[in-house]
């Protein structure tokens, strides 16, 4: 399965695509508005937004383009590694 995760800390960057791969999942990290989002979000399976570290205009983007997409998406208030832990076990 693809993921793109939009927000979340700079920081914890390799620690979110470390932990999916270990769910088997491929993902691209997105914690800053550089740029278009719509055209490098890409078609993932699930896109998942860490709501507490992320601007408003990202939000908009990415739901956005998710909704056209048809993409499901998750909100995740924290943007910690074990609510993305918890959220990946639903998707096993």
Do not use: W
Not at 29 to 54: A, E, H, Q, R, W
Not at 64 to 91: D, F, H, M, T, W
Request: contains cysteine.
């Amino acid at each position: 399965m693809s993921l793109a995760i939009i927000g979340g800390n700079e920081c914890m960057e390799g620690k979110y695509k470390e932990i999916c791969k270990e769910y088997g999942h491929k993902v691209k990290v997105f914690t800053k508005s550089n740029g278009m989002i719509k055209k490098k979000i890409g078609t993932p399976d699930l896109v998942i937004m860490f709501t507490n570290t992320v601007s408003h205009k990202m939000v908009q983007s990415a739901s956005k383009e998710a909704k056209r997409g048809g993409i499901p998406v998750q909100y995740l208030k924290s943007s910690s590694s074990s609510a993305l832990a918890a959220l990946l076990n639903n998707y096993q």
